[in-house]
T-cell receptor, first 114, second 113 residues
Framework: EAEVAQSPRYKITEKSQAVAFWCDPI?????LYWYRQILGQGPELLVQ????????DSQLPKDRFSAERLKGVDSTLKIQPAELGDSAMYLC????????????FGAGTRLSVL | GENVEQHPSTLSVQEGDSAVIKCTYS??????FPWYKQELGKRPQLIID?????GEKKDQRIAVTLNKTAKHFSLHITETQPEDSAVYFC????????????FGAGTTVTVRA
């Protein structure tokens, strides 16, 4: 069964450092999502891509976060500089899009900022 | 934007009993309501979903009901088993016009053997 791949699984960094997370969606999925999940809360959407285009980044803190999906396949989420409050699980999900909204999640990257 | 509230935050049930989790949503345009199960350290996985053109959907021991007038939907798990222990999230989206999912805060279900 195809799965969304994410790496790394865990990342520990010091505040003010730069971090990057990678996501490879299920093959053929045009829509890709990055979520942030704070411990004890539900996932919150950061950015949504349709192919290589951003369709929603209203909740992305653009002063420090950036996301790209250059060829419309895999995607990278970057934080620079990291802050203590960025400690969370970062989940990637993908879906076929266009009338099919079932989102499949990756295992996530657990970020700890010290 | 959409606001999804989920209750209870924790639920402990005896094995074999039923578990019910309730969610309310604020945006009447929402028409797709999935439920995800997240076991400790694992990815959220879709267990059941319902669209606004139906009021109830069942899959073996799991069922979801939707009341669009009241803007609430519920997850029912019957004959609970230890492997049902997990965090369950409800979510809502507008479907064709906006695929973004808004999640509830989650319910931690513990099934006591």
């Amino acid at each position: 069964e195809a799965e969304v791949a994410q790496s790394p699984r865990y990342k520990i960094t010091e505040k003010s450092q730069a971090v990057a997370f990678w996501c490879d969606p299920i093959s053929g999925h045009a829509t890709l999502y990055w979520y942030r999940q704070i411990l004890g809360q539900g996932p919150e959407l950061l950015v949504q891509f349709q192919d290589e285009s951003v369709v929603d980044d209203s909740q992305l803190p653009k002063d420090r976060f950036s996301a790209e999906r250059l060829k419309g396949v895999d995607s990278t989420l970057k934080i620079q500089p990291a802050e203590l409050g960025d400690s969370a699980m970062y989940l990637c999900a993908s879906s076929l899009g266009v009338a099919k909204n079932i989102q499949y999640f990756g295992a996530g990257t657990r970020l700890s900022v010290l | 934007g959409e606001n999804v509230e989920q209750h209870p935050s924790t639920l402990s049930v005896q094995e074999g009993d039923s578990a019910v989790i309730k969610c309310t949503y604020s945006d009447s345009a929402s028409n797709y309501f999935p439920w995800y199960k997240q076991e400790l350290g694992k990815r959220p996985q879709l267990i059941i979903d319902i669209r606004s053109n139906v009021g109830e959907k069942k899959d073996q021991r799991i069922a979801v009901t939707l009341n669009k007038t009241a803007k609430h939907f519920s997850l029912h798990i019957t004959e609970t088993q230890p492997e049902d222990s997990a965090v369950y999230f409800c979510a809502a989206s507008k479907g064709a016009s906006d695929y973004k999912l808004s999640f509830g805060a989650g319910t931690t279900v513990t099934v006591r053997a």
